[in-house]
């Protein structure tokens, strides 16, 4: 089969590997039917996250198979499989986690101890599990891990719900249903943002401001009922009861910071590879709440499903290319906001 891997900076080239097998009774092989970019993939492309920054402790160096966003057809079980079966189709969660140990079973599952720390699909930082631009992956905790897409809901619309499109639920929906009709800011660069935005007003945000140098970005934006700003600088004092920062820029995360109300609550998405200063003083003076964690994806893939699929908002409207599988390697690293590459009848394990 063959391995879609970054070999250097903007550069991706298909790489033969053995078909992955079965291990154990309890794992899976997939085929990614419909595959995206994480934002972060964008970084990683562009070289913002090797090693040559000291405060970086793991490598992103290529070689490495890419990907880590994927809806996948099950190709094959083990006998211990349950949930689901050959011809299913999944949603194949972006890191790795067993279900069963004290971790998993408490909901962290970024943090599974049955694996290295940091294992995950798509980069080498905790062993190597291969990329969801494969051909073929291997499941190894097949029913902790897949979630079997309810009917209805597209492939192609739904590629990101391994990663990006449950992570924007987890950053705005559960701090929405404690503070109902907040005022919502999200500070953004790419998908994750879009997607908190078109949350953010279907679950009654009384306003939401949409920052995003990218006038296309701000379009959709403002499609999903919010309001649309270039820049924060300076930042809205005490504006907002719920901030989000999807940048991966500090500095953008300190304006975000600096416009949050008595109390209010900013999440990140993380991904800051170069070092920067937060306004410490500034936030301890509003009393502000900041979460910048790994998400526990498969925790809350299930309910940012369940969403998707209430028709209250439109992930597919946030798809910037539908691409053929075999389009990889040139259209990847041009392709940006969120292409998905879809496999052909007659791929690898379809049908
Ligand atoms: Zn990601
Ligand atoms: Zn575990």
Redesign the pocket.
């Known amino acids: 089969m063959r391995e879609l891997t970054y070999v250097a900076r903007d550069t991706v080239e298909w790489r033969e590997a053995p078909d992955p097998k079965l291990r154990g009774d309890g794992e899976a092989i997939v085929t990614p039917v419909a595959a995206t970019s994480?934002d972060?993939d964008t970084a990683i492309l562009a070289g913002h996250a090797t090693r040559r920054q000291p405060h970086i402790r793991f490598s992103l160096d290529p070689p490495f198979a890419l990907g880590?966003e994927c809806v996948a057809r099950v190709v094959e079980t083990g006998d211990g499989v349950t949930s689901v079966a050959p011809g299913d189709l999944v949603v194949v969660p972006?890191s790795i986690n067993c279900g069963a140990c004290d971790h998993c079973r408490s909901g962290l599952t970024a943090h599974c101890t049955a694996v290295p720390h940091m294992a995950m699909y798509g980069a080498p930082i905790g062993g190597t599990w291969g990329g969801l631009f494969s051909d073929l992956v291997r499941v190894p905790y097949a029913d902790a891990m897949l979630v079997p897409l309810p009917a209805g809901l597209d492939p192609v619309a739904m590629a990101s719900a391994s990663?990006?499109w449950s992570l924007a639920w987890r950053l705005v929906a559960p701090h929405l249903r404690n503070r109902p009709g907040a005022r919502v800011l999200v500070v953004a660069r790419g998908s994750i943002g879009l997607y908190v935005a078109d949350i953010a007003r279907a679950l009654g945000a009384s306003t939401v401001l949409h920052v995003d140098p990218d006038p296309g970005h701000r379009e959709l934006a403002r499609e999903f009922g919010a309001a649309t700003a270039e820049t924060l600088d300076p930042p809205v004092h005490h504006g907002f009861d719920i901030a989000v920062e999807a940048t991966g820029r500090v500095d953008q995360l300190a304006l975000a910071l600096r416009s949050l109300a008595p109390e209010g609550v900013c999440e990140s998405a993380g991904n800051h590879f170069r070092p920067g200063e937060l306004p410490l003083l500034d936030m301890y003076l509003t009393g502000v709440t900041l979460r910048i964690a790994r998400d526990n994806v498969r925790a809350h893939i299930p309910d940012a499903l369940a969403l998707a699929r209430s028709g209250k908002v439109d992930p597919a409207r946030v798809v910037s290319h539908v691409l053929d599988w075999e389009q990889l390697p040139e259209a990847l690293p041009e392709k940006h906001l969120k292409p998905v590459f879809v496999r052909g009848e007659g791929g690898a394990g379809e049908g």
Do not use: A
Request: glycine share 0%; net charge negative; hydrophobic share 35%.
């Open positions: 994480c972060v880590h972006w990663d990006n």
